[in-house]
T-cell receptor, first 110, second 115 residues
Framework: GQNIDQPTEMTATEGAIVQINCTYQTSGFNGLFWYQQHAGEAPTFLSYNVLDGLEEKGRFSSFLSRSKGYSYLLLKELQMKDSASYLCAVRTAGSYQLTFGKGTKLSVIP | NAGVMQNPRHLVRRRGQEARLRCSPMKGHSHVYWYRQLPEEGLKFMVYLQKENIIDESGMPKERFSAEFPKEGPSILRIQQVVRGDSAAYFC?????????????FGPGTRLTVT
């Protein structure tokens, strides 16, 4: 089976940096994804990691350690519009389906 | 380039009725995925289709649920004899064939309410 854990809620201040962690247990790893989802809207793709290391894309970065079953999403220079749920998802080898965590609801405060 | 389209956005059905949810993938995408999101729960995979083929339906309930992706027209997720527990947001995602399903782009979802 697969298990994906991420914190339920986080709060951070506008302009700050926040790190959202995700741990996973899966048989046959084939990629980790981060999505952003505003309330009542579609999840939007943020990042994809399949090899160990850091992927940077503007204010967002994502890190993966396959040996530890661990990833994080780093958001810099937080803006109020970054308030959303952040979904960690894993794809297993030989499958196209994504297994999602329950999401981390991030609140950015002034 | 229009994104993934889903309709209706909101659907209300009484117990026992049928619900039909439609999904038009992004232009050039031939892979479609359906996910269900229950309140306070993560997205759960239901089914993966390519044109005229069901590739993986391991997440579909065994009864009352079916999906298709015909050669022409949108993908349809059909729920027969709906029950209150079917109330959820149903999201469709699509990806291009040459990306091997790496990036799945989601539609805005259909929020089904069963009364």
């Amino acid at each position: 089976g697969q298990n994906i854990d991420q914190p339920t809620e986080m709060t951070a201040t506008e302009g700050a940096i926040v790190q959202i962690n995700c741990t996973y247990q899966t048989s046959g790893f084939n990629g980790l994804f981060w999505y952003q989802q505003h309330a009542g809207e579609a999840p939007t793709f943020l990042s994809y990691n399949v090899l160990d290391g850091l992927e940077e894309k503007g204010r967002f970065s994502s890190f993966l350690s396959r040996s530890k079953g661990y990833s994080y999403l780093l958001l810099k220079e937080l803006q109020m519009k970054d308030s959303a749920s952040y979904l960690c998802a894993v794809r297993t080898a030989g499958s196209y389906q994504l297994t999602f965590g329950k999401g981390t609801k991030l609140s950015v405060i002034p | 380039n229009a994104g993934v389209m889903q309709n209706p956005r909101h659907l209300v059905r009484r117990r026992g009725q049928e619900a039909r949810l439609r999904c038009s993938p992004m232009k050039g995408h031939s892979h479609v995925y359906w996910y269900r999101q229950l309140p306070e729960e993560g997205l759960k995979f239901m089914v993966y289709l390519q044109k005229e083929n069901i590739i993986d339906e391991s997440g579909m309930p065994k009864e009352r649920f079916s999906a298709e992706f015909p050669k022409e027209g949108p993908s349809i997720l059909r729920i027969q004899q709906v029950v209150r527990g079917d109330s959820a947001a149903y999201f469709c995602a699509s990806s291009p064939a040459d990306r091997g399903g790496r990036e799945q782009y989601f539609g805005p979802g259909t929020r089904l309410t069963v009364t």
